[in-house]
């Protein structure tokens, strides 16, 4: 910012330097008269430049950004006079000769000279609108992104801590169902669990993590789920088994894998649940696909959040750079993702 603020007033600076200069620059080693280059060309710059940082700092957020436009136009009239006034003040009695000076002797008619006076005043009024209208309208832009990112950020964390509790409620439904079946299968599992829960807690809280630390999380998910199916259920799956380089959102997929043992695994049926996932240069391809036993209308387990909160984080993280869709083929859930990293 304070860089910021030094270009500024080197830059204001040398443009001021620039007109100053203008006479100099424009008259290729001719002579120059220095009474009428100040009466006829400094002052009125100096006016300008009074005008323009008037405006800058003060008229135009304090009326014309306020809806005062009839105090700023007046004000802006009064303080063109003022500049007429005095300057018509400060020839007459400091630069007399001039007029003596001229061919014939004659000076401009006065309303004549008062117009293009005038009209030389509003240029640098209109350049500070301008300026400050585009200034204001940058800030207001970038207000409203950073609040659109507050937000963003916001929802992520709240998606991200909602799925935390989830995941480990339906862990826990899991593991209990295991308890008075297989008491040391349980004890395994928690252990499972708790290393599958310290990567959620002290892994997952950035924007992204390398893809294969995520593989590794699901595949010890998966075997920790397989340790309460039966051997009706048969669970295959494949993943990329070489260092990907691929950065992806945390905690994408788990919920997907969730949803498919607990909606695709039956305790009297036989079942199959398929998990693959493949990478295409920046893309990363996900496919689950399970028989479908719904849940009973009365069974809350896991609250019914996963797929929502996958449809949800992926809207706000990868916006029109995915695909996900899933539907009931032959009494199969099928759940296709598609995500284009960067």
Do not use: C
């Amino acid at each position: 910012m304070y860089k910021n603020k030094k270009i500024i007033i080197l830059s204001h600076l040398l443009v001021w330097l620039v007109l100053f200069s203008m006479p100099y620059l424009m008259s290729y080693g001719q002579e120059i008269k220095i009474a009428r280059l100040i009466a006829h060309f400094w002052i009125p710059l100096v006016f300008s430049a009074i005008m323009f940082y008037l405006n800058y700092f003060i008229l135009i957020e304090k009326f014309l950004f306020q809806n005062k436009m009839v105090k700023y136009i007046a004000i802006n009239v009064l303080i063109i006079a003022f500049f007429l006034v005095i300057r018509i003040f400060i020839e007459n009695n400091f630069f007399e000769n001039l007029n003596k000076n001229r061919p014939d002797g004659t000076s401009p008619p006065f309303n004549i000279f008062n117009y293009f006076q005038s009209l030389s005043y509003l240029a640098p009024l209109l350049f500070s609108v301008a300026i400050k209208t585009t200034q204001r309208l940058v800030k207001t832009e970038y207000e409203r992104k950073e609040a659109a990112n507050i937000k963003l950020k916001s929802e992520l964390q709240h998606l991200h801590y909602q799925l935390q509790p989830h995941f480990f409620f339906n862990s826990l439904n899991n593991i209990y169902a295991m308890v008075d079946i297989s008491p040391e299968q349980a004890k395994t599992s928690i252990h499972s669990l708790s290393k599958l829960m310290r990567y959620m807690l002290y892994e997952t809280n950035v924007e992204f993590v390398p893809l294969s630390k995520e593989i590794d999380f699901m595949k010890k998910y998966i075997d920790l789920m397989k340790l309460r199916v039966s051997d009706k259920t048969e669970v295959t799956y494949h993943f990329p088994t070489v260092e990907t380089g691929i950065l992806i959102a945390p905690l994408l997929f788990i919920s997907l894998i969730e949803n498919a043992f607990k909606h695709g695994v039956s305790a009297s049926k036989k079942s199959q649940i398929n998990i693959i996932m493949a990478r295409e240069d920046n893309k990363v391809l996900f496919t689950i696909d399970n028989d479908n036993f719904p849940k009973k209308t009365d069974d809350k387990s896991g609250s019914g959040i996963g797929l929502e909160n996958v449809k949800r984080r992926l809207d706000l993280l990868y916006p029109h750079h995915h695909t996900f869709e899933y539907k009931i083929v032959d009494h199969r859930f099928l759940v296709t993702l598609e995500i284009e990293t960067t």
